[in-house]
């Protein structure tokens, strides 16, 4: 029987303190160039997914991979704009500001499609005016600097399906190096 990964750890007992202590953990800052700019208009998990999306490209994931969500959001809210997804998908692919508005727009149908949104939907009611596009941006030039410290990736988001116990147990990651 095919099981989440996400599902199988909320039934598992946990020992006392956790699996993963937090005094094992080190905390690292990194330094960066900019500063955020304090005033956003946007969802915090918007934010998150762009980010995320861009980030996964920067480090080597095809587009089409990364923004299949976003192509599977538009079909649950039944927009018909698959030429234009098409467009955005190969516009999203660089730090300048038309890909990560690209990036941002994408990720609204990925939102519309994890949360399962089913009725149709006017996705130019859902672009803020300003999207926080230097914010969007610092958090992405973030990202590589911490991956440089890590581990070689050896994959970035995928599905991972394993059997035990007669189970399948799924589900996605975001990165995988090579000891975690």
């Not at 490209?57 to 095809?62: D, N, P, Q, R, T």
């Given at each position: 029987?095919?099981?989440?990964?996400?599902?199988?750890?909320?039934?598992?007992?946990?020992?006392?303190?956790?699996?993963?202590?937090v005094?094992?953990?080190?905390?690292i800052?990194?330094?960066t160039?900019?500063?955020?700019?304090?005033?956003?208009?946007?969802s915090?998990?918007?934010?998150?997914?762009?980010?995320?999306?861009?980030?996964?490209?920067?480090?080597g994931a095809?587009?089409?991979?990364v923004?299949?969500?976003?192509?599977?959001?538009l079909?649950?809210?039944?927009?018909d704009?698959?030429e234009?997804?098409?467009?955005?998908?190969?516009?999203?692919?660089?730090?300048?500001?038309?890909?990560?508005?690209?990036?941002?727009?994408?990720s609204?149908y990925?939102?519309?499609?994890?949360?399962g949104?089913?009725?149709?939907v006017?996705?130019?009611?859902?672009?803020p005016?300003?999207?926080p596009?230097?914010?969007?941006?610092?958090?992405?030039?973030?990202?590589?600097?911490?991956?440089?410290?890590?581990e070689h990736?050896?994959?970035?988001?995928?599905?991972?399906?394993?059997k035990?116990?007669g189970?399948?147990?799924?589900?996605?990651?975001?990165?995988?190096?090579?000891?975690?």
């Amino acid at each position: 029987m095919p099981v989440t990964i996400t599902t199988l750890s909320n039934k598992a007992k946990q020992p006392k303190g956790g699996y993963l202590p937090v005094k094992l953990f080190k905390e690292i800052h990194y330094n960066t160039k900019h500063e955020f700019f304090p005033d956003e208009n946007v969802s915090k998990p918007l934010i998150e997914t762009t980010v995320d999306n861009m980030t996964r490209i920067l480090l080597g994931a095809k587009a089409k991979k990364v923004f299949q969500p976003a192509t599977s959001g538009l079909m649950v809210a039944k927009v018909d704009i698959f030429e234009d997804t098409f467009d955005l998908i190969h516009t999203a692919a660089d730090l300048d500001d038309d890909s990560i508005l690209a990036a941002f727009q994408l990720s609204i149908y990925e939102t519309i499609y994890r949360s399962g949104y089913r009725s149709s939907v006017n996705l130019e009611n859902k672009l803020p005016d300003n999207p926080p596009i230097e914010n969007i941006r610092e958090m992405i030039n973030r990202s590589p600097a911490y991956f440089k410290q890590q581990e070689h990736i050896i994959d970035v988001g995928d599905r991972l399906f394993v059997k035990y116990k007669g189970d399948t147990i799924y589900g996605d990651y975001d990165y995988l190096t090579e000891d975690s």
